[in-house]
């Protein structure tokens, strides 16, 4: 099977930077996904790691290394509008379904 | 506009009364989906399609079935809801091997 783990909430200030951990357990990997979803909205695509590294992606990085099976979001910058839930998730088991992790909801303060 | 649509946007129904959630896409996607949103457990898929006339399960396929005669039409059917399958619902949308999804606006079902 697949499960993925993210922190349930985490809180910082406007301005500052915030890391967003997720770890993952899949057999079969075809790379993890971050996506953002507001109050109320539907989720968005926000980055895509295959590839062990740092994507980068304005204000927001997404990291990835595969022989820990764990990645991260890295938000810099924070602005209020950054106040969401965010989410991994992992393509696996031939590439064709997609498992989302329980989420983490972010509250930037001013 | 490239888009997902997804209807109705809000539906409150009876337990055992059958009913369908539509999906429909613009961008000529292969890969569509269903998700349903839970507090606290994330999006679920739900079921998911590669292109016309294949689909698969996901995760939680009790209670639910789908089909795809077209590529731009992913319908959601539950032929008996029952109230645990209360949920929010989001149909998705993405190039074949590519892990960008489109979400549609998504639809809130409550079964009573």
């Known amino acids: 099977g697949q499960s993925l783990e993210q922190p349930s909430e985490v809180t910082a200030v406007e301005g500052a930077i915030v890391q967003i951990n997720c770890t993952y357990q899949?057999?079969?990997?075809?790379?993890l996904s971050w996506y953002q979803q507001h109050d109320g909205g539907a989720p968005t695509f926000l980055s895509y790691n295959a590839l062990d590294g740092l994507e980068e992606t304005g204000r927001f990085s997404s990291f990835l290394s595969r022989s820990d099976s764990y990645g991260y979001l890295l938000l810099q910058e924070l602005q209020m509008k950054d106040s969401a839930s965010y989410f991994c998730a992992v393509r696996g088991n031939y590439g064709q379904n997609f498992v989302f992790g329980p989420g983490t909801r972010l509250s930037v303060l001013p | 506009e490239a888009q997902v649509t997804q209807n109705p946007r809000y539906l409150i129904t009876v337990t055992g009364k059958k009913l369908t959630v539509t999906c429909s896409q613009n961008m000529n996607h292969e890969y569509m989906s269903w998700y349903r949103q839970d507090p606290g457990l994330g999006l679920r898929q739900i079921y998911y399609?590669?292109?016309?006339?294949?689909?698969d399960k996901g995760d939680v396929p009790e209670g639910y079935k789908v089909s795809r005669k077209e590529k731009r039409n992913f319908p959601l059917i539950l032929e008996s809801p029952s109230p645990n399958q209360t949920s929010l619902y989001f149909c998705?949308?993405?190039?074949?091997?590519?892990?960008?999804?489109?979400f549609g606006p998504g639809t809130r079902l409550t079964v009573l």
């Open positions: 998705a949308s993405s190039m074949g091997g590519f892990n960008e999804q489109f």
């Open positions: 899949t057999s079969g990997f075809y790379g």
């Open positions: 399609s590669m292109n016309v006339e294949v689909t």
